[in-house]
């Protein structure tokens, strides 16, 4: 007698010893007519545990009677051994699994709301080859095993490399569930995936679809609701679908990726070398299928270091082509999925290994193609979908580091010189141009682009602007450098002198390389005009990014010779005042005096407002370090007039820096008198001025002011506030702010 048959007779027993009918019985238990009917006639597979119990309730059976007709539901169950048998295979254990705790919880809370019947049974895992999207699979499948009863199966869809046919998986899945040939052999493939449907509904399954192709090739194999749990994994996020959980994988965090690494190597290898390590893990680009790699060439290769091995992969050229352990290559992996692409997307790949930065936009893919941003976007997207870009909540894309090897290897392989030079040349000129438009928002003279302009940005603000030039950053330094080493002297100078204005309100550590590379440039074309200007800027760089006053004195003296040359007054002020704030930190007190004084003279002669307004400023600062404060207010006051008078010739962005500047030189004045309350008020002003002008390094200098005249006045809790203020403005502070703020903060009474 089959199993079907047992289980079909001993329930239709119970039923007719009860003398009940079908529909009494269904009555008194909630199973359905039909259903009873059709596992007394052996038609379908044996229900779940609580339908049995259910049935027992029903038929009012006593202990043992329930526990015979459990068994019996037991034994008619397709068992894990009957699975391995069939064509699915069952989930095998990973041995050294290291990390993705994040992501197994989610899949963990996955299979719970599929327990409860609460949310999607289907969960896709995606990502770039060699993420360890099986893996995860595997693991989760190991750990969750014992949460289904009725089954664990794996099938591989072979979906990079010879796809397996739907309906033939469809056929392994219903075998390995027990559905027997004849009843195969009486449905067609519509039938079929309604049968998969129902008994992935009726049981308690979990099942693994591992390395799909496409949504076609996963739709028949999915349930339509129940408790049973669907995995996928899949190069591609599967869009497509509906109604399901998606998880995206990409590399390891670096300690991931180390104890991955050290897993494989053991512990006393690796620990004894744990600084190469920790660097093969970068080179692998944390990518588990590259550790892998990597930590079993070292297996095999016992006899040599670790370090040998950060040797070989720290040649780009070479390092995908190290990444080779049997029979197992990573770039092996990665041609898979670039064989599948269309032509344009295959050609995109190749061109964004060229983008200088960590991440990008669309913009620079249309800077590559010479075409617009929708269009790049669309083959961008082709790419997120075929696992070969990431896509971030932010709107921008990622390629990983070993895949722009590989898209890089492929351009010298398969696009012309001049084409790759081209695209190299469209890149720069955007990059730079753009950079251009957006550093001149802050520039006196020119704030918006022309109409004429056409960006592949938008930039219709200062703080659009700003953005752009901040989170680009990357991007337009390697683009500048670049220009200078091909000797593009005026596009290097253009440049820098476009951040003229806007590199006062952004800290960064690379102000002084942009301004000495348009500095050799300016040399370079032997113009004493061109050299004054970058050299005054690099000065600037010097003493206020860096602190190297004795080099900006140098910079400031050798710019104030090359601007006598060219008999150009502005400059020459602008060449005395860099070198103040150098002398007045030095103490040499008078030497800044002097020079600020013959500047501001330079700057009136000169007709330069913005020089003049600046130059007061600072003489002011000289007048209070020689304990002359009463004149110092007068200057002050004296800009701040100026700026207030109905036809003010500085407008705009300058106006609101130097106001927001003259304020706060009030507040240090009003400090110096001891007039603590003014010196209070100037300040508050300072800092909301300086905030929305985001003048950051003012605003950090003023809430430090700020924050003594309040511990002057006795008012502790909002000194506190003011020092912790500063510290919160973090990386976007000068350095010497910060420890100041944390000085003065520990050195208030206790809270």
């Known amino acids: 007698m089959s199993e079907e048959k047992s289980f079909g007779v001993v329930l239709r027993g119970l039923r007719q010893r009860g003398r009940l009918t079908m529909e009494e019985l269904a009555e008194a238990s909630g199973v359905s007519v039909r259903a009873i009917g059709d596992m007394e006639r052996g038609r379908s597979r044996v229900p779940q545990r609580r339908t049995v119990v259910a049935l027992a309730e029903g038929l009012g059976l006593a202990d043992a009677e329930r526990e015979a007709l459990l068994v019996a539901a037991r034994a008619a169950r397709p068992t894990r051994a009957m699975a391995a048998a069939g064509t699915v295979v069952p989930p095998r254990s990973v041995g050294d699994f290291t990390g993705r705790d994040r992501e197994l919880a989610r899949l963990t809370e996955a299979a719970a709301r599929a327990g409860a019947g609460v949310w999607a ?21 190991a ?6 009863p009725d089954g664990c199966f794996v099938v591989d869809l072979h979906g990079v490399e010879g796809p397996v046919d739907p309906g033939e998986a469809l ?6 569930l027990g559905v027997p040939d004849r009843r195969l052999a009486q449905e067609d493939p519509q039938g079929r995936a309604g049968l998969l449907r129902a008994l992935l509904a009726e049981r308690r399954c979990l099942v693994v679809l591992d390395n799909a192709r496409d949504e076609g090739q996963v739709r028949p ?11 996928v994994t899949s190069r591609r996020p599967l869009t497509g679908l509906e109604d399901v959980d998606r998880l995206a994988l990409s590399e390891m965090a670096q300690p991931e990726a180390v104890e991955l690494l050290r897993r494989i190597l053991g512990e ?20 588990p299928l590259a550790l892998r790699v990597a930590g079993n060439w070292l297996t095999v290769r016992s006899g040599w270091s670790v370090d040998h091995l950060v040797r070989r992969l720290a040649d780009e050229e070479r390092r995908l082509g190290a990444l080779v352990a049997g029979d197992v290559r990573v770039e092996a992996a990665f041609e898979l999925s670039y064989r599948q692409l269309t032509g344009q997307a295959a050609r995109m790949l190749r061109l964004l290994s060229l983008v200088p930065g960590p991440d990008m936009t669309a913009a620079y893919g249309a800077a590559l193609t010479a075409t617009g941003v929708f269009e790049a976007e669309d083959v961008m997207e082709e790419l997120v979908e075929a696992g070969l870009l990431q896509a971030t909540f932010t709107g921008r894309y990622q390629l990983h580091d070993l895949l722009r090897l590989f898209a890089r290897a492929h351009l010298s392989r398969d696009e012309e010189p001049g084409e790759r030079e081209a695209a190299e040349d469209r890149l720069r000129t955007w990059l730079l141009e753009t950079a251009v438009v957006a550093g001149r928002w802050y520039k006196p003279g020119y704030g918006a682009p022309p109409s004429s302009w056409q960006g592949l940005v938008p930039l219709e603000s200062a703080e659009q602007a700003r953005a752009w030039l901040q989170s680009e950053a990357p991007a337009w330094l390697a683009a500048l450098r670049s220009a200078a080493h091909r000797g593009e002297h005026t596009l290097v100078m253009e440049t820098a002198d476009a951040m003229g204005w806007f590199c006062g309100v952004w800290v960064w550590g690379h102000w002084t390389e942009v301004f000495r590379l348009s500095s050799e440039a300016a040399a370079a074309l032997d113009d004493p005009y061109l050299q004054a200007v970058h050299l005054n800027y690099c000065a600037w760089a010097l003493s206020i990014c860096e602190h190297r006053d004795r080099e900006a004195i140098e910079r400031a003296d050798e710019a104030l010779q090359f601007a006598r040359r060219a008999q150009d007054a502005a400059q020459q002020a602008w060449a005395l005042m860099y070198a103040v704030t150098p002398h007045r930190r030095f103490g040499e007190l008078q030497e800044g005096f002097d020079k600020v004084r013959a500047a501001a003279d330079l700057f009136e002669a000169a007709d330069d407002h913005d020089g003049w307004i600046g130059a007061i400023g600072v003489y002011g600062g000289c007048l209070r370090d020689l304990d002359r404060a009463e004149e110092a207010l007068v200057q002050h006051e004296r800009v701040i007039v100026f700026l207030d008078a ?13 106001r927001a500047i003259a304020t706060g030189a009030l507040g240090h004045d009003y400090a110096a008198l001891g007039r603590w309350h003014e010196a209070a008020d100037f300040y508050r002003s300072t800092v909301v001025q300086s905030h929305r002008t985001g003048q950051t390094i003012l605003e950090g200098l003023t809430l430090l002011g700020l924050g003594e005249a309040l511990t002057e006045l006795g008012e502790a809790e909002e000194a506190r506030s003011c020092f912790r203020q500063v510290l919160a403005l973090g990386d976007a502070a ?17 809270e």
């Open 121 to 141: 049974s289907v969960s896709v895992v995606s990502g770039p080859p060699g993420c360890g999207k099986t893996t995860l699979a595997l693991k989760a499948a």
């Open 143 to 148: 750990d969750l095993a014992g949460d289904f």
């Open 171 to 176: 056929l392994k899945l219903l075998r390995a």
């Open 221 to 231: 194999l999915l349930p339509g609701g129940g408790r049973s749990l669907v995995l």
């Open 268 to 287: 006393a290898r690796a620990d004894a070398e744990a600084e190469a390590v920790a660097r093969v893990a970068e080179l692998c680009g944390r990518l």
């Open 646 to 658: 109905p036809k003010c010739p500085v407008t705009g962005h300058a106006a609101d820096t130097y």
């Open 734 to 750: 000068d350095s010497s702010q910060l420890k100041t703020a944390q000085e003065l903060l520990d050195a208030l009474p206790a």
